[in-house]
C-alpha cells in the first residue's frame, strides 16, 4: 500500500512517488500533546498553601529589594516577624510560595533549603520533580503528591516556629 500526501500537508511530494513518507513530513504532521492546565495545577497549589496560611502573612507578589516587576500568577507566604539571619538585614522569613510558568507552576519551598536532614523523607515522585536546593517544578499534581506537599509545609512551619523564624 503506497503512502498519501494528507492535502493539509505542506510539503511537496517529489515526481517519483516513494512508498515511504519523508521524515520531516512524519515530523512535521505529528501533534505535540498538550501541556496539562498549569492553571488549575496552581489553583490546586494554592488551596494547599493557603491551608496553611494561618500565622503567616500571603502576598500575591514576591518581595523584592530590587526593582523586579513580574506579570506570572504567583502566590507566596512569609513570617510576621522580622528576621536578620546571618548578616542579611532584618526582613520577614520566606517560608513558601508557587509562581505559574509556562509548563508548570515552581513550588518554592525556603525549610528544605535552610534544613535538608529534616525533610528526607520525600517520596520518590517529589524527589523527582526537585529542579533546585528548594524549588520543585510541578506538572500534574496527584491527590498523593498534594498530600505530601501539605505536610511538608507544615512540617517546615513547625520548624521554623521552633526556631523563632516566623
Not at 34 to 43: G, I, K, L, V, Y
Not at 88 to 113: D, E, N, S
Request: aromatic fraction near 10%; charge should be positive; glycine fraction near 6%.
Amino acid at each position: 500500500m503506497a503512502w498519501e500526501r494528507p492535502a493539509s500537508c505542506p510539503w511537496q511530494v517529489a515526481a517519483t512517488q516513494d512508498t515511504n513518507p519523508p521524515l520531516s513530513a512524519i515530523y512535521h504532521t505529528m501533534k505535540a500533546a498538550a501541556p496539562p492546565s498549569m492553571t488549575q495545577t496552581f489553583r490546586s497549589l494554592k488551596r494547599v498553601i493557603s491551608d496553611a496560611k494561618s500565622g503567616l502573612r500571603p502576598r500575591e507578589t514576591y518581595l523584592t529589594t530590587g526593582p523586579k516587576v513580574t506579570d506570572k500568577r504567583q502566590y507566596h507566604l512569609y513570617g510576621t516577624k522580622m528576621v536578620s539571619i546571618g548578616r542579611t538585614p532584618a526582613r520577614p522569613t520566606y517560608v513558601v510560595g508557587i509562581i505559574q510558568q509556562k509548563h508548570a507552576v515552581g513550588l518554592y519551598f525556603m525549610p528544605i533549603y535552610s534544613h535538608p536532614k529534616e525533610f528526607s523523607d520525600l517520596s520518590p515522585t517529589l524527589r523527582k520533580m526537585r529542579t533546585g536546593k528548594s524549588c520543585f517544578n510541578i506538572r500534574a499534581l496527584t491527590p498523593e503528591i498534594e498530600k505530601e506537599i501539605g505536610r511538608m509545609i507544615r512540617q517546615g512551619k513547625t520548624l521554623y516556629r521552633r526556631l523563632g523564624w516566623i
